[in-house]
């Protein structure tokens, strides 16, 4: 990661002619909590060795100027001119919308260049977008120097994806994002934005294989199901009197069934089982038991897929392979849903053998290479700033 920044240091002076600073944020993985966070409940996710890097120099005419190596394009933006009806619906929006966010939050933003450059997929499911919005947030918190906790700089992270870029989605991306600590997965509850850091098993690796059907957050199915839960929420607050789903029980849900719609019936019904799986997996976690954590991760997979129906046909079909290969303890869709990635639980022995044998069965059943990596967690944007690295 030195070299890259170095990297994107050496190309932010030669666009822009100024020294610059720079920041880098990672990306995540889910390992299970999937649609829940958003109706305040648990998830647990884990930073990965993937990143972003953001550089940034001052101007001194009131311009945002964006420029990204990946996509080698550059907008410029009138600082005093942005509002939340200013998106322009490509990747500029993610760091744009921070301007906006600190704005809201009471931080003046003086005129900047900013690049960016890294290898987050988009699409993915590996949350790129919040990986440029808290690297963003990073370069301009230092260029107007002030800091923020790590609640805070979710929050307004969060506040970018909502009210600018127009994704419904939750706070978990973010969070993790900005307060990930390496070799820990988190445990975060969505409400009260408490956390707790779980120990990764040594003998296990966790493997990433992208499907690489990409999707998108701001538009098509993510949109449905959050309004899907939303109006099945809804029903519960008023026939029952609690407030979010992360109170609800099955029971609770069935008493309502005849009140909602039978998608909002499904999508409801994954959200409380999966908070449920979620503990179940911080005690797997704490009791070293990883047969009983991989086979939380294949009942999470069945149930985004028949029950938030949120999967897709190349991605069962990864995680049908992986659950048939030597070594693999569990397997399931990660992300949003509609494509990206699936994350895999293996035995150490078995990760390269596994990595090879999916990919081929994948390709042979698709014709679609995919890309597979053996991962590890990783330190969130403030410990990297903290420890100097960012």
């Known amino acids: 990661m030195k070299t890259d920044t170095e990297e994107a240091l050496r ?35 884990m930073a990965i060795d993937f990143h972003t890097i953001a550089t940034i120099s001052p101007r001194s005419d009131g311009r945002a100027v964006f420029y990204s190596a990946n996509f080698n394009e550059e907008r410029s933006i009138d600082i005093a001119s942005l509002s939340s009806n200013t998106p322009a619906g490509h990747w500029s929006d993610y ?44 370069a301009l918190l230092a260029l107007q120097k002030k800091s923020l906790p790590l609640k805070t700089v979710a929050i307004l992270c969060r506040r970018t994806e909502n009210e600018y870029v127009g994704a419904k989605s939750g706070i978990m991306d973010q ?15 969505c409400r009260s934005l408490e956390f707790e850091l779980l120990p990764l098993p040594e003998d296990e690796r966790i493997v990433i294989c992208n499907s ?13 199901r959050s309004d899907e839960v939303a109006a099945g929420q809804d029903v519960i607050r008023r026939e029952r009197g609690i407030d979010l789903l992360r109170d609800a029980t099955l029971i609770d849900l069935e008493s309502c069934r005849d009140k909602m719609s039978e998608a909002s019936f499904k999508r409801c019904r994954h959200i409380i089982t999966e908070n449920a799986r979620v503990l179940e997996a911080r005690k797997a976690l704490l009791a070293d038991d990883l047969v009983r954590f991989g086979k939380l991760m294949f009942e999470a997979h069945a149930s985004m897929r028949d029950d938030f129906e949120a999967s897709c046909e190349e991605v069962d079909k990864l995680v049908a392979i992986a659950a048939r290969q030597p070594g693999c303890l569990g397997a399931r869709i990660t992300g949003g849903g509609f494509g ?15 990595v090879e044998a999916v990919r081929r069965a994948y390709h ?17 944007a403030l410990a990297l700033l903290k420890k100097g690295l960012a």
């Open 95 to 138: 760091p744009a919308g921070v301007v906006w966010s600190l704005r809201q939050e009471g931080i003046a933003v003086g005129g900047f260049n900013m690049g960016l450059s890294g290898n987050v997929p988009p699409g993915a499911g590996l949350s790129s977008s919040a990986s440029i919005e808290v690297a963003a947030t990073m």
């Open 212 to 224: 690489m059907v990409k999707h998108s957050h701001a538009s098509g199915g993510y949109g449905d």
């Open 11 to 45: 190309k932010h002076e030669a666009r822009f002619g100024q020294t610059a600073q720079a920041f880098t944020a990672p990306a995540r993985v889910n390992l299970i909590g999937e649609h829940t966070d958003y109706t305040g409940g648990l998830v647990m996710p």
């Open 175 to 189: 969070f993790i994002v900005a307060g990930g600590v390496a070799h820990r997965a988190m445990m975060l509850d």
């Open 340 to 354: 990206g990635c699936t994350v895999n639980l293996v035995k150490s022995a078995d990760a390269e053998s596994f």
């Open 364 to 380: 042979a059943e698709t014709a679609i290479t995919a890309d597979c990596f053996v991962c590890e967690a990783s330190d969130g």
